[in-house]
């Protein structure tokens, strides 16, 4: 898939890219693909998607960083990955998703925390069991790994563990837990939507 990406010079532009790009189902294996092999294959998960954003926020210097949901049991759930922004001190996140939810958030967001809060009860199983479990601190990975990885060809591995071995908060204070209600049946049915199929 070829593009400019010097078209894509604001955080809409970068989101209605990412929406219209094909989902990475990783089919045969994990992918962590960069920003240069996710344009030349033509499909990305939301890892690739978060990474894919930030390079191009960069370019037109807009503040970006990764942020990464954590679920209780990888077993029952998927972590997820977002690129956040700032613009005019408040915050934002580009989403690369395949459901209705855990999508883009407009820059109305006063902290972080503020705008990982909102994702929290939309991050449900089917029986509408919530399981986010903590999100981390805005992760800068222009600081950590320089931009060499946004053309590489071997996936970006390490940028992976780094994001999932950095700080993170939990979502629910403990004295709190007993008080977490399961999603209504309407909401489950409202995630159900998807935006491409496996092949």
């Known amino acids: 898939m070829k593009?400019?990406?010097?078209?894509?010079?604001?955080?809409?532009?970068?989101?209605?890219?990412?929406?219209?790009?094909?989902f990475n189902f990783e089919e045969k294996e994990e992918n962590y693909?960069?920003?240069?092999?996710?344009?030349?294959?033509?499909?990305m998960h939301?890892?690739?998607?978060a990474i894919f954003a930030c390079f191009c926020l960069q370019q037109h210097n807009i503040e970006n960083y990764l942020m990464d949901l954590k679920v209780k049991d990888l077993k029952k759930d998927s972590d997820h990955t977002l690129c956040i922004f700032k613009i005019?001190?408040?915050?934002?996140?580009?989403?690369?998703?395949?459901?209705?939810?855990?999508?883009?958030r407009d820059p109305i967001y006063k902290t972080p925390r503020e705008l990982a809060m909102s994702y929290f009860h939309?991050?449900?199983l089917d029986n509408g069991?919530?399981?986010l479990l903590s999100f981390s601190k805005p992760f800068d990975v222009w600081k950590r790994f320089g931009g060499k990885w946004a053309t590489m060809e071997k996936d970006l591995?390490?940028?992976?563990?780094?994001?999932?071995?950095?700080?993170?908060?939990?979502f629910v204070p403990k004295e709190n837990e007993k008080f977490i209600r399961p999603a209504g049946k309407t909401e489950i049915k409202g995630a159900g939507i998807t935006e491409w199929k496996k092949k």
Not at 8 to 14: A, E, F
Not at 33 to 43: F, H, Q, T
Not at 46 to 49: D, H, I, S, V, W
């Open 3 to 22: 593009m400019n990406i010097k078209k894509l010079n604001t955080p809409k532009k970068v989101q209605d890219f990412l929406d219209k790009m094909p």
């Open 33 to 43: 693909m960069s920003p240069m092999r996710v344009l030349k294959i033509g499909k």
């Open 46 to 49: 939301c890892f690739e998607g």
């Open 88 to 104: 005019n001190k408040y915050w934002g996140a580009i989403s690369k998703t395949n459901h209705s939810v855990l999508r883009w």
């Open 122 to 124: 939309e991050y449900f």
């Open 129 to 131: 069991q919530k399981t």
């Open 157 to 170: 591995d390490k940028i992976a563990e780094a994001l999932d071995e950095s700080p993170h908060i939990n």
